[in-house]
C-alpha cells in the first residue's frame, strides 16, 4: 500500500507547521499550529476583499482541526498576542471569535529571525498597543493618549468604540485637516469621540449663491443710478389740493365746529 492510497481517506486540508512559527510562538507546538492553521485560512480570506483578512474560528473548529481545548486555546491566544502576531474580536450575528495576522509585524519578526533588512512595504496601517489595526495618517502617540484618557474616565477602549473614533477621524482626515489639534482638543476636554468645532473657519458660499449675490447688487445699482437720473417731482399744485373733495370735506367739518363752538 503507498502513502497515496492512504491519502483518500483523509481531509484534503492538511496544514503544515512553518519552521520559522515555533521560534516566533515560544516554540510552543500548539501555537505555531494555530498560527499556522490561521495562516493558512488567512490566504484563503484575501481573496474576498470584503473580508478585510479576518477569519472567523469557533471552539468546534479549533476541536476538529487541531485539537485545542478551552485551557490550550488560551494558552495559544495569550502567547500570540504577548508576541503582537494577531488581533481578535467578536462579530457577526452569533459573535464568533474572529481573528486576524498583524502581517507587517509578522514579517518584521520573521526578518528579525533571519537576520536580513525588513523589505519596504505599502501599508496604509500600524497596530496600537492592543495589536488593533489603524491607519497611519493617525498619530499613534496621540492615539494612545486619547485612549489614556478614556480609561481615566471609565469607559472601556473596545472595539466599537475604537471603530467609531476611527471613522470620524477617517472623515476629518478626508477633509484636508490637521488630525494633531483635534485629537489633543479631545484629549483636553475630555471628549469620546473627536469633532471638528472651530466656528471662525469662514464658510464659503456655493456658486448659486455667489450669483444671486451678484444679480442682486446690479439691480440694486442700477435702482441708484435710475433714482440719481430722474428729475425731481415738482411740489403738488395749491389748486389740486384745494379741489380734492377729501381736502374740501375737511374744511367744511371744520368750519362747522367753529360756528358751533362761536354760540
Not at 471638528?196 to 441708484?224: G, H, N, W
Given at each position: 500500500m503507498f502513502i497515496a492510497d492512504l491519502r483518500l481517506y483523509l481531509n484534503d486540508k492538511f496544514i503544515q507547521v512553518y519552521d520559522e512559527f515555533m521560534p516566533l510562538c515560544a516554540h510552543d507546538f500548539q501555537t505555531a499550529s494555530f498560527l499556522s492553521n490561521l495562516f493558512w485560512w488567512s490566504d484563503v480570506a484575501d481573496k474576498e476583499p470584503k473580508k478585510q483578512g479576518w477569519v472567523y474560528k469557533t471552539a468546534d473548529h479549533l476541536k476538529k482541526e487541531l485539537g485545542l481545548t478551552r485551557r490550550g486555546y488560551e494558552k495559544v491566544r495569550r502567547i500570540l498576542l504577548e508576541q503582537g502576531l494577531v488581533q481578535y474580536r467578536r462579530g457577526g450575528i452569533h459573535g464568533k471569535m474572529h481573528w486576524y495576522i498583524n502581517r507587517e509585524v509578522l514579517l518584521a519578526k520573521i526578518c528579525e529571525l533571519r537576520g536580513v533588512a525588513v523589505p519596504k512595504t505599502d501599508s496604509k496601517h500600524h497596530y496600537d498597543r492592543d495589536n488593533f489595526r489603524i491607519p497611519k495618517f493617525i498619530p499613534l502617540k496621540l492615539w494612545h493618549d486619547w485612549l489614556d484618557m478614556v480609561v481615566e474616565k471609565g469607559k472601556t477602549t473596545g472595539h466599537s468604540m475604537k471603530k467609531t473614533a476611527i471613522k470620524q477621524l477617517a472623515e476629518l482626515h478626508n477633509k484636508k485637516l490637521?488630525?494633531?489639534?483635534?485629537?489633543?482638543?479631545?484629549?483636553?476636554?475630555?471628549?469620546?469621540?473627536?469633532?471638528?468645532?472651530?466656528?471662525?473657519?469662514?464658510?464659503?458660499?456655493?456658486?448659486?449663491?455667489?450669483?444671486?449675490?451678484?444679480?442682486?447688487?446690479?439691480?440694486?445699482?442700477?435702482?441708484?443710478?435710475?433714482?440719481?437720473?430722474?428729475?425731481?417731482?415738482?411740489?403738488?399744485?395749491?389748486?389740486?389740493?384745494?379741489?380734492n373733495k377729501g381736502y374740501r370735506g375737511i374744511q367744511e367739518y371744520l368750519k362747522k365746529n367753529r360756528k358751533k363752538s362761536a354760540q
Open positions: 490637521d488630525l494633531k489639534p483635534i485629537m489633543e482638543k479631545s484629549i483636553l476636554k475630555g471628549w469620546f469621540g473627536f469633532f471638528f468645532t472651530d466656528k471662525s473657519e469662514p464658510v464659503k458660499p456655493s456658486e448659486k449663491d455667489l450669483k444671486q449675490q451678484e444679480e442682486r447688487a446690479k439691480r440694486e445699482l442700477e435702482e441708484q443710478l435710475s433714482a440719481r437720473t430722474q428729475p425731481p417731482q415738482p411740489p403738488p399744485d395749491k389748486s389740486d389740493i384745494e379741489n
